[in-house]
């Protein structure tokens, strides 16, 4: 029977596997312990073990040689994942990530995005299918005012994002990072390059402009931030919406979704720590009450 292994334990294993790597000097360091995901830096390789439920069969491996055929792009991990203390690990360099005071790159986010998803999709590359994880999410919402209007706004959703239909078939198709913002990004000598590539793979490339699209959309983004990134990624050529004219016939679905998908992480964040929502969380249950006035592609919400 497996029992989880304690967080020390695990992290002295991802210490030792990171120790083992050219380059290695310094006292090691946290930089990620949420979610069931824990990351450490030893100095110049980032370790990182894991969700125990994600995925990483063949795909991700796929996905490791995807990233690996654009360095230009994307900083993923060293070679295969490792298993220890019962978890997937990856090494990958360390990049120094986004400081979230400073001027955020959105213009640099924006075009490491279009050049992506200008890539040609080479042969075999895994699909994404990211939009199953709203569903999780608001499945396991308890009770409450703000947990009912986050189901009333998914409940508008397509059939196929709720898991009630197959998913259409898609009206384009390119490489896609799958879970885009800017904590997916670091710097390295050379510039900017995109991390955790879990998800890496075909897609829709407008789910990859999902996430701030419905920050902006619920008030949490400045629509100044909101119209850097965008102008950016059209400037660069970005195929995920016409280069001029309207972005929400493309962007309309996938902001929606993101918008109940990050709602309903604040609802269940605020419920585990026994506190009220704060302003940006609020505003963000407060979109999904929006939605569920309006009508998402012509299906009542």
Known sequence: MHTETPQSELFARLVEIGGGSPGTSGEPVTLYD?????????????????QPDRDVGPAFGDRIRLAAALPHILLGPDGPPVEAAGRTVTVAPYGEPVDPAGDLPWEEGARLLAALHRVPVPDGAPSWGRPERVARLVGRLGSGSAEDAVRRAFAGLPAWIRGA?????RARECVVHGDWHLGQMVRVRDGWRLIDIEDLGRGDPAWDLARPAALYCAGVLHPHEWERFLGAYRGAGGPAVPPGGD???????PARTLAIQIAATCVQSARKGDRPLDGPEEAMVDACRRMACTEIGGEPA
Not at 34 to 50: E, Y
Not at 165 to 169: L, Q, R
Not at 247 to 253: C, E, F, G, H, Y
Request: charged share 20%; glycine share 6%; proline share 10%.
């Open 34 to 50: 949420r979610h069931g995901v824990l990351v450490v830096r030893v100095g110049d390789v980032v370790v990182k073990a894991h």
């Open 165 to 169: 239909a197959a998913e259409p078939p």
């Open 247 to 253: 972005p929400w016939t493309a962007l309309d679905i």
